[in-house]
């Protein structure tokens, strides 16, 4: 069965240091990877997707993610980090081989960016 | 402008009673979710439709019903039979459910037990 984990419930940076929220995956088949960002109230948005290809993958706002398929993990990174970055962020995964398509989402990790 | 529109976006219940909550996308798409968000533990899947007419249960259906009548629609009704239905409600949908699709989601509804 698939599964993803954000083994950090939070994560502190600094303003203007650079950010890594970790997420690690199980999958059958080849994943397909996604990161969301959630702001208070508010719905979940897209950030990037990993489906095949070039192992890091830009995406909006400034964010990327590296897919490292021997540590089965798909970190999400930003070179500096921004107060307007403090948000709830997601990792999800699909399984290539999974009948159902679900997608499964990680518990969340809530990143502050300190002044 | 395109997108996935919930409503409402506060309702509170009453003990017993039924609720339905709606969401209306423009995108074309195929496929619609329906997750729950409580604090600490994520998204959770309620329902899904892959096509008009047809849907699947999550992993969390108990206490709660959908249809899919119009591509464009898919409300959830929150039953008397969801003991514990106060959470942040989130409708999703893609174009069609295969598996290096994004997802994209509305706005959220709020729902309280009162």
């Known amino acids: 069965a698939q599964s993803v984990a954000q083994p950090e419930d939070q994560v502190n940076v600094a303003e203007g240091n650079p950010l890594t929220v970790k997420c690690t995956y199980s999958?059958?088949?080849?994943?397909?990877l996604f990161w969301y960002v959630q702001y208070p109230n508010r719905g979940l948005q897209f950030l990037l997707k990993?489906?095949?290809?070039?192992?890091l993958v830009k995406g909006s706002y400034g964010f990327e993610a590296e897919f490292n398929k021997s540590q089965t993990s798909f970190h999400l990174k930003k070179p500096s980090a921004l107060v307007s970055d403090s948000a709830l962020y997601f990792c999800?995964?699909?399984?290539?081989?999974?009948?159902?398509?679900?997608?499964?989402f990680g518990k969340g990790t809530r990143l502050h960016i300190l002044p | 402008d395109g997108g996935i529109t919930q409503s409402p976006k506060y309702l509170f219940r009453k003990e017993g009673q039924n609720v339905t909550l709606s969401c209306e996308q423009n995108?074309?798409?195929?496929?619609m979710y329906w997750y729950r968000q409580d604090p600490g533990q994520g998204l959770r899947l309620i329902y899904y439709?892959?096509?008009?007419?047809?849907?699947q249960k999550g992993d969390i259906a108990e206490g709660y019903s959908v249809s899919r009548e119009k591509k464009e629609s898919f409300p959830l009704t929150v039953t008397s039979a969801q003991k514990n239905p106060t959470a942040f409600y989130l409708c999703?949908?893609?174009?069609?459910?295969?598996?290096?699709?994004?997802?994209?989601f509305g706005e959220g509804s709020w729902l309280t037990v009162v």
């Open positions: 999800a995964v699909r399984d290539s081989v999974n009948r159902d398509d679900k997608i499964i």
């Open positions: 990993y489906i095949t290809g070039d192992n």
């Open positions: 999958v059958s088949g080849n994943p397909y």
């Open positions: 439709s892959q096509i008009v007419n047809d849907f």
């Open positions: 999703a949908s893609s174009i069609s459910s295969s598996s290096g699709n994004t997802i994209y």
């Open positions: 995108l074309n798409h195929d496929a």
